[in-house]
């Protein structure tokens, strides 16, 4: 059974940094890609990185030149690190990973939603302005 277990969350004012992490078990998560999304209240859940298999990378404009999706495959992890952060990045963040079938170049990247079948609790950001 796949797990994600999300920490890193908290209370920053704006410019300030800050690093998600994503623990998985219970696959590799090096074999998949693995993605962050954020839902703000009242908003869907939108997209924020992605990581490939082959450590190919993809971001949402809005995060662009300030977050980086990265991996320790040593201790299946993957993180998020948040730099100059805005108000608007204040949301609930998520990581995820793909269903079994996404292996190598089966599936798109980045990938759709309907392929990210596993997802971990969430992790609380609120950055003060």
């Known amino acids: 059974q796949v797990q994600l277990v999300e920490s890193g969350g908290g209370l920053v004012q704006a410019g300030d940094s800050l690093r998600l992490s994503c623990a998985a078990s219970?696959?590799?998560?090096?074999?998949?890609?693995t993605v962050w999304f954020r839902q703000a209240p009242g908003r869907e859940r939108e997209f924020v990185a992605a990581i490939n298999w082959k450590e190919m990378t993809y971001y949402t404009d809005a995060v662009k030149d300030r977050f980086v999706i990265s991996r320790d495959n040593a201790k299946n992890t993957m993180y998020l690190q948040m730099n100059s952060v805005k108000a608007e990045d204040t949301a609930v963040y998520y990581c995820g990973t793909t269903r079994d079938y996404c292996t190598g170049w089966r599936c798109d990247f980045p990938p759709r939603r309907s392929d990210i079948s596993y997802w971990g609790q969430g992790t609380q950001v609120t950055v003060s302005s």
């Open positions: 219970g696959r590799t998560v090096s074999n998949y890609t």
